[in-house]
């Protein structure tokens, strides 16, 4: 299975050894700045990756075997290493899926934080007693003790626009947990997600607990995520992808961070300054190819001119350009994304919105787009356009927005801009959301919040306590005395 290494070439991960296949094909990943080769990597077979799976679950017993502090000894040194490579993961991120250098150093450096944390936070898992008198018919010589286990193996599937620290939100709690981990990164983020597990195995990872398959979706995707000896899946990416795992995935737990079409509700007596600061921000960093990223606003009619007029002024001093160019608006992933977003403005114009502000078209460059009037019969009021333009729908009121709201086929977060605390809660609670902000962009941080979506935003909830918990399962043992 070893293959020659090209300068291109970047390896898998088999027990510690880095791999190609043995058929000798790669796939190419390319930049989104200049659609140039970065790299490339192997493109395993249903055998290879069925060798990897195997590999993992044999190496899982003695993982969990060793003692917690000894999991957790791992992960801070893991943490050290992925600072030590710090420009160097930042570089390949920046190139690999287009952000700047520095949000690339920025990831790495967070992951790091995420990877500690972790590694402190799973110190402190611990099982319960249970009295068996409790229960009428019982008596106190029936005593439970509920411990915690991992699952096996579990199945870390990430996505192209956080490759680093969406994988590491799911490999450190499955590692610390004792559970073992194979890790399909995506495709475009893929050698940035190999050079975090190098920093991995330089922190003195044992063979097996951690392998990497990578390869086209179509030829291992459904293999991988129906193979028997996967215990667990926690994927992050598209809601169609997602649903599709959750079918094949039978009978065991899945994690899911999926699509989201994030409202921004602004009131009538909202901070307007803070409110348009918060929303260009939210909307427009990397480009809108964020879940949680404010993906429609709802505001108030009678302070809907003032609000665009704020953000279109601070729209229209961001930059436009390459992520070399540490430009704030930078290419799409590739051409797809591009010409998906440009049809949910072009359908938006045809069906009577007005663009207030109109980006560039170049390839997969698109600058920020504003649209008013925004109507219910537009695609963008609905769909999830993960990319640069941001619509605005009028209402009359907060109860308008929320009846709005809660047609939405997502439920990842939304935001509530206002002076009223009061009323801010009582929109939360009815608002069908994992999350809401209160005069704040929609947003996934702090790493160690609970992060969580709703309807065809997810299932199951992330945020290291959480993710943790979701690694685990009950095993009782009763003691009949």
């Not at 915690?148 to 709690?173: D, E, Q, R, T």
């Not at 559970?179 to 050698?191: D, E, L």
Request: aromatic share 6%; charged share 20%.
């Amino acid at each position: 299975m070893i293959v020659r290494q090209t300068e291109s070439l970047f390896y898998t991960l088999l027990n510690n050894e880095w791999m190609g296949s043995s058929s000798g094909e790669t796939v190419q990943i390319y930049s989104p700045d200049d659609h140039e080769v970065v790299g490339e990597v192997p493109a395993l077979s249903q055998e290879e990756v069925a060798v990897a799976i195997q590999k993992t679950a044999d190496a899982q017993e003695l993982w969990a075997a060793k003692e917690v502090y000894e999991r957790s000894a791992l992960l801070h040194r893991w943490a050290e290493e992925l600072e030590k490579m710090t420009d160097e993961i930042g570089e390949m991120i920046h190139k690999e899926v287009g952000k700047t250098f520095s949000a690339g150093k920025s990831e790495v450096e967070r992951t790091a934080q995420l990877i500690r944390y972790t590694a402190e936070e799973g110190l402190r898992t611990h099982g319960s007693f249970i009295q068996g008198d409790a229960f009428p018919g019982a008596t106190k010589k029936t005593k439970a003790i509920v411990q915690k286990v991992p699952h096996g193996v579990v199945l870390a599937i990430s996505p192209f626009n956080y490759p680093v620290n969406l994988a590491a939100s799911k490999i450190a709690p499955a590692l610390i947990t004792g559970n073992t981990v194979i890790f399909k990164p995506a495709t475009q983020g893929a050698i940035s997600g190999l050079l975090m597990i190098k920093a991995l195995v330089k922190a003195g990872l044992p063979e097996g607990v951690v392998n990497v398959v990578t390869g086209r979706g179509s030829v291992i995707g459904d293999f991988i995520v129906s193979h028997p000896l996967i215990n667990m899946i926690t994927f992050t990416g598209g809601t169609a992808t997602g649903q599709h795992i959750a079918k094949k995935a039978s009978m065991i737990p899945v994690v899911l961070e999926l699509g989201g079409k994030d409202s921004a509700i602004v009131l009538e007596d909202a901070d307007l300054n803070k409110a348009a600061k918060e929303i260009v921000s939210g909307a427009l960093s990397y480009s809108g190819q964020r879940c949680t990223a404010i993906k429609r606003v709802m505001v108030v009619n009678s302070v809907a001119d003032e609000l665009i007029e704020k953000v279109k002024e601070l729209v229209s001093k961001l930059t436009v350009g390459k992520s070399h160019e540490d430009a704030s608006v930078t290419p799409l992933i590739d051409q797809k994304s591009a010409d998906f977003v440009t049809s949910l403005i072009e359908d938006a114009q045809t069906k009577g919105a007005t663009v207030v502000l109109e980006g560039i078209k170049e390839k997969n460059l698109l600058g920020p787009t504003l649209l008013d009037h925004v109507t219910e019969e537009m695609a963008v009021a609905w769909e999830e356009q993960f990319g640069p333009v941001l619509p605005f729908i009028r209402v009359e009121n907060e109860l308008e927005a929320i009846a709005l709201e809660k047609r939405n086929q997502y439920g990842l977060q939304a935001s509530v801009f206002t002076r009223n605390l009061e009323n801010a809660f009582a929109i939360s609670d009815k608002l069908n959301v994992g999350t809401v902000q209160v005069n704040g962009k929609t947003s996934r941080g702090p790493d160690h919040f609970p992060f969580l979506g709703v309807k065809n935003s997810g299932q199951g909830v992330q945020g290291i306590g959480r993710s943790i918990d979701s690694m685990l399962r009950d095993k009782m043992l009763v003691l009949n005395l």
